[in-house]
């Protein structure tokens, strides 16, 4: 489904990745993990077609990226970032409208099936009662919701999220991975999302790319990623594993 082979970034004489190579399989989601500046949103950048390895491959759904054209590849994949949708002034409706924008030809105009499979992702996101409202009157949570429903709406195959909860606070950062995951599973929608935060990172991923320096320091389940050694070794500070008391997952304390 996607597939990094010994990429390679250099930019303004600096090695920012080094040959990295991994898999993401159809209707998984992994998450990219490390410190800043271990060059997960540069890899992002690049599967996402905004920037190209200096040397090496990503192919999606069997193609290289760069082979794409930007419609046909905005049709298979959706970017989420952490500013989420901006505060225009449009409504909440209008704007996951948008994303049905990549199916359509140059002249064409939205049809009842773009307008139901709206009414539909309004429904499941809980947006309904806001479908009117402006966005400029929406905080950074309730707009990052609506740019999940702006995503479902442009039905992709592959969805890649660049720290989508930074700027969240936990109620919200719960209900967007909720919904992502909610998504993943009814859909088997393909995830690469990079996050910050160890202990959601190990709760919604089913594999970890643990990065650092514009490598791969260690992949594997939350089980193989949250240990000691590696994690000190990585980010410079010892955490204490305690066990989640529901899931039993891993978990991280400072």
């Given at each position: 489904?996607?597939?990094?082979?010994?990429?390679?970034?250099?930019?303004?004489?600096?090695?920012?990745?080094?040959?990295?190579?991994?898999?993401?399989?159809?209707?998984?989601?992994?998450?990219?993990?490390?410190?800043?500046?271990?060059?997960?949103?540069?890899?992002?950048?690049?599967?996402?077609?905004?920037?190209?390895?200096t040397s090496g491959t990503i192919n999606v759904l069997g193609q290289e990226v760069g082979k794409w054209s930007v419609k046909k590849l905005a049709q298979k994949v959706s970017v989420l970032t952490q500013d989420g949708l901006s505060p225009y002034p449009m409504t909440v409706y209008e704007a996951v409208l948008m994303g049905r924008y990549p199916h359509l030809s140059f002249f064409q105009r939205e049809g009842l099936e773009d307008y139901r499979k709206v009414e539909h992702v309004l429904n499941i996101t809980g947006l309904?009662?806001?479908?009117?409202?402006?966005?400029?009157?929406?905080?950074?949570?309730?707009?990052?919701?609506?740019?999940?429903?702006?995503?479902?709406?442009?039905?992709?195959?592959?969805?890649?999220?660049?720290?989508?909860?930074?700027?969240?606070?936990?109620?919200?950062?719960?209900?967007?991975?909720?919904?992502?995951?909610?998504?993943?599973?009814?859909?088997?929608?393909?995830?690469?999302?990079?996050?910050?935060?160890?202990?959601?990172?190990?709760?919604?991923?089913?594999?970890?790319?643990?990065?650092?320096?514009?490598?791969?320091?260690?992949?594997?389940?939350?089980?193989?990623?949250?240990?000691?050694?590696?994690?000190?070794?990585?980010?410079?500070?010892?955490?204490?594993?305690?066990?989640?008391?529901?899931?039993?997952?891993?978990?991280?304390?400072?």
């Amino acid at each position: 489904m996607l597939s990094v082979d010994k990429v390679r970034k250099e930019k303004d004489f600096k090695l920012l990745l080094k040959d990295v190579t991994f898999q993401v399989d159809e209707g998984s989601c992994v998450g990219l993990i490390g410190p800043n500046g271990a060059g997960k949103s540069t890899l992002m950048k690049m599967i996402s077609g905004l920037e190209h390895p200096t040397s090496g491959t990503i192919n999606v759904l069997g193609q290289e990226v760069g082979k794409w054209s930007v419609k046909k590849l905005a049709q298979k994949v959706s970017v989420l970032t952490q500013d989420g949708l901006s505060p225009y002034p449009m409504t909440v409706y209008e704007a996951v409208l948008m994303g049905r924008y990549p199916h359509l030809s140059f002249f064409q105009r939205e049809g009842l099936e773009d307008y139901r499979k709206v009414e539909h992702v309004l429904n499941i996101t809980g947006l309904m009662s806001m479908r009117h409202q402006m966005l400029d009157t929406l905080s950074g949570g309730e707009r990052q919701r609506v740019a999940i429903a702006k995503a479902m709406v442009q039905e992709p195959e592959v969805l890649l999220l660049d720290e989508p909860t930074s700027y969240l606070d936990i109620g919200y950062k719960v209900n967007v991975l909720n919904l992502v995951k909610d998504w993943q599973q009814r859909e088997q929608l393909t995830i690469l999302m990079v996050l910050h935060d160890l202990n959601l990172a190990a709760q919604y991923c089913d594999q970890m790319i643990l990065m650092n320096n514009g490598e791969i320091v260690k992949r594997g389940n939350s089980e193989e990623i949250m240990d000691v050694d590696t994690l000190e070794t990585v980010y410079k500070a010892k955490p204490e594993i305690i066990r989640h008391p529901k899931s039993n997952i891993p978990q991280i304390l400072l």
